[in-house]
């Protein structure tokens, strides 16, 4: 339901219009899955974002391209990858600065977990910079004529500087080389 939701972006008609979908894709009339409502929204499964997040922020551009081309093999569409990413990075900011999110209940484990985990490791600038790009990003991937290439290019950017300091830190850097 929460996929769902997401996906209506607030209009109750979209909402009824995705669940009616939903239902007549459930196989055999079974249950509603996640796996079938990530299937038919393009979605990449949540904790295969996260991978694609830790994998980037981490700089390894050849397990991204991985991670990219299987989410795409699957259906995914690689401009909601990149939505969700921006999504994940704007919890952990928020949990960087209100630790009780790690206990709200309204995100999944997975999402509480994970993010809490990166809040720890990421830097303010860091998620910052890494929110710039995959904006910008993803207005790029949805005026591109090849929307795969386009968001692989953000990625592959978005590797390149992972390892950068922060402008705040060449500037005390470049200060204190000026006082030696």
């Not at 830190?169 to 000026?178: A, G, K, P, S, W």
């Amino acid at each position: 339901l929460a996929l769902l939701a997401r996906a209506a972006d607030g209009s109750v008609r979209d909402g009824l219009s995705l669940l009616d979908q939903a239902i007549a894709q459930a196989e055999g009339g079974g249950p509603v899955t996640a796996a079938a409502v990530n299937a038919m929204l393009g979605l990449a499964d949540r904790a295969q974002v996260f991978e694609l997040l830790e994998a980037v922020m981490a700089g390894r551009v050849a397990e991204v391209l991985a991670q990219t081309e299987a989410a795409y093999a699957r259906g995914a569409d690689l401009g909601m990858l990149l939505q969700d990413m921006l999504e994940i990075l704007h919890t952990v900011s928020r949990m960087k600065f209100i630790p009780e999110l790690r206990q709200d209940l309204s995100l999944s484990e997975t999402d509480r977990s994970r993010s809490a985990a990166l809040a720890e490791v990421l830097s303010v600038p860091v998620l910052g910079r890494a929110w710039q790009m995959l904006l910008k990003g993803l207005a790029e991937v949805e005026a591109a004529p090849d929307r795969r290439a386009a968001a692989e290019m953000v990625l592959i950017r978005l590797c390149h500087v992972a390892d950068l300091p922060p402008p705040g830190e060449l500037v005390r850097r470049l200060e204190q080389l000026e006082k030696q």
